[in-house]
Nanobody, 123 residues
Framework: QVQLVESGGGSVQAGGSLRLSCAAS???????MGWFRQAPGKEREGVAA????????AYADSVKGRFTASQDDAKNTVYLQMNTLKPEDTAVYYC?????????????????WGQGTQVTVSS
């Protein structure tokens, strides 16, 4: 049974930083892991993804240059470093594993999902 557990969310002021962690347990096909977010009243959107086999990353335009995805294979953990946070980054953030799609890694075609962690950015 695969489990994904996110942590690191919290409340910060605009311009601040947070680092989210996603710890994976159980077997996960060594493919792509993604980070998504969902704000109240909005659809879930992909913000970042990382290919575990080579560290290749992808980002949504809204976070490019501010967010960085990384991995620690020894800890079976992926991270999302979020800098220069804006109030519009406020959302519940989810990690996802085992991409099953054929197009963009930022679509929600993942097999496993975490429970989410709240990020709140105040102006």
């Amino acid at each position: 049974q695969v489990q994904l557990v996110e942590s690191g969310g919290g409340s910060v002021q605009a311009g601040g930083s947070l680092r989210l962690s996603c710890a994976a347990s159980g077997y996960i096909r060594r493919s792509v892991m993604g980070w998504f977010r969902q704000a109240p009243g909005k659809e879930r959107e992909g913000v970042a993804a990382i290919y575990l086999g080579g560290g290749i990353t992808a980002y949504a335009d809204s976070v490019k240059g501010r967010f960085t995805a990384s991995q620690d294979d020894a800890k079976n953990t992926v991270y999302l470093q979020m800098n220069t946070l804006k109030p519009e980054d406020t959302a519940v953030y989810y990690c996802a594993a085992d991409y099953r799609g054929y197009s963009s890694w930022l679509t929600d075609e993942y097999r496993y999902w975490g429970q989410g962690t709240q990020v709140t950015v105040s102006s």
